[in-house]
């Protein structure tokens, strides 16, 4: 017996190694797409009562380089002072276009970004979010380089500004490991998704999967669930991952615990509908991560020093050789103590955020 659980648990941690060596190698690849100059370009920001993020962030957007671009705004019921922010920006800003929805018939954000993207003159779209900005003024022209070379999908990365409070430090780490999954995966072939603040589509792509029609019901959905309706039809290989870190969209972190608990339950209702393959390899991820430090609770308690010793110094090492590929790639450092920290909270957090988030029944993207 307690060679089978010294087994299971020397099973566990090269589960995790194997996750963590190969998904952290596939982020500092190469990409071997440069970008074009002069392609036509409709980016798409939907809103929702974001009048001091369009007023601080949008200039970044209006100001790319390399691309006709056109800037298409939806606003999403806002009552604040965004219509008119918005309106002063296109006194200077030609390139920028508003349009303020006048109904909604589905729980989320998808009514409007269907609405711009219907509205779209050209075949490349890109999408953000209010709160966020690019990393540079290329950013745009490496985000649609790879829909030119034939690709359906192109998926970014957006990492979370640092501030000084658990929440921040958190999200963080957990935006990190995110990323690790869906680009380590999606390189090594197994793609499921993109996050919705930098993510590119070819205008056909969408319109031969209906837009959002496949899951219209649910509030979240509008990248992964997005993302894998195409790849179903397009093949595996029709997404791109770009991690040029000109290409980053920076982000605000949450501060408040209560938000980040109803953004991520929102994000884990849709996990049931991924592909079965998809939820195996994601549930035998963070499965393997809780059972490691189970395991490790129990050599604890029945004094198996010296294998707890060793497991946890092989988990540790091959995490901080992680670390170095994840700092020189994604730009996101920790202190020891945080990652450390987190690597022990975060199965736990994410298994109970993910049964809320299976149980509740989301409709709405930002609160009415």
């Known amino acids: 017996m307690m060679a089978l659980f010294i087994g299971i648990l020397a099973v566990v941690v090269v589960v995790q190694a194997l996750f963590w060596i190969l998904c952290a190698h596939q982020l500092d690849r190469q990409s071997g797409i440069f ?17 001091d993020n369009l007023l601080n962030n949008l200039p970044y957007f209006l100001n790319q380089e390399g691309v006709n671009l056109e800037v298409i705004v939806v606003d999403d019921h806002s009552t604040d002072q965004s219509i008119s922010i918005l309106e002063e920006l296109a006194i200077n800003h030609p390139k920028l276009r508003i349009i ?36 540079s003024d290329r950013w745009a022209a490496l985000m649609s380089a790879p829909i030119a070379e034939g690709y359906s999908i192109v998926a970014g990365y957006s990492p979370i500004l ?44 969408l319109e031969e999967v209906g837009y959002f029609k496949e899951h219209t019901d649910v509030a979240a959905g ?15 290989r029709s997404i791109y991952f770009q991690t040029d870190i000109n290409s980053f969209v920076n982000t605000k972190g949450i501060w408040d615990a209560g938000q980040y608990v109803a953004q991520k339950t929102r994000h884990y209702s849709v996990s049931s509908r991924y592909p079965a ?20 609770a129990i050599c604890v308690a029945m004094h198996l020093w010296i294998a707890g010793f060793f497991l946890l110094i092989v988990h540790f090492v091959i995490r901080w050789l992680g670390w170095i590929k994840i700092q020189k790639s994604l730009r996101q450092g ?15 957090i994410t298994l109970i955020l993910t049964i809320f988030g299976l149980l509740k029944k989301q409709k709405a993207w930002k609160s009415f």
């Not at 393959?277 to 490790?296: K, V």
């Open 334 to 348: 920790f202190s020891m103590v945080d990652w450390v920290g987190f690597d022990i909270l975060y199965p736990w």
């Open 100 to 135: 303020q929805m006048e109904s909604k018939h589905h729980p989320g954000k998808k009514d409007a970004l269907l609405k711009g993207i219907l509205s779209a003159q050209h075949d490349i779209i890109i999408l953000a979010d209010a709160d966020c900005y690019p990393a």
């Open 277 to 296: 393959t998809i939820q195996y390899m994601l549930a035998g991820i963070h499965f393997s991560w809780l059972l490691f430090y189970i395991g490790l």
């Open 222 to 236: 509008d990248d992964d669930l997005t993302v894998q309706s195409i790849l179903a039809k397009k093949g595996r």
């Open 162 to 205: 640092a501030e000084n409070t658990f929440v921040n430090s958190y999200s963080r780490y957990e935006n990190v490991i995110t990323a690790l999954q869906y680009i380590g995966l999606g390189r090594l072939g197994w793609p499921y998704m993109g996050v919705g603040r930098n993510l590119a589509y070819h205008k056909k792509a």
């Open 35 to 51: 970008p074009k100059e002069n392609l036509d370009v409709s980016l798409i920001i939907c809103a929702r009562n974001e009048a």
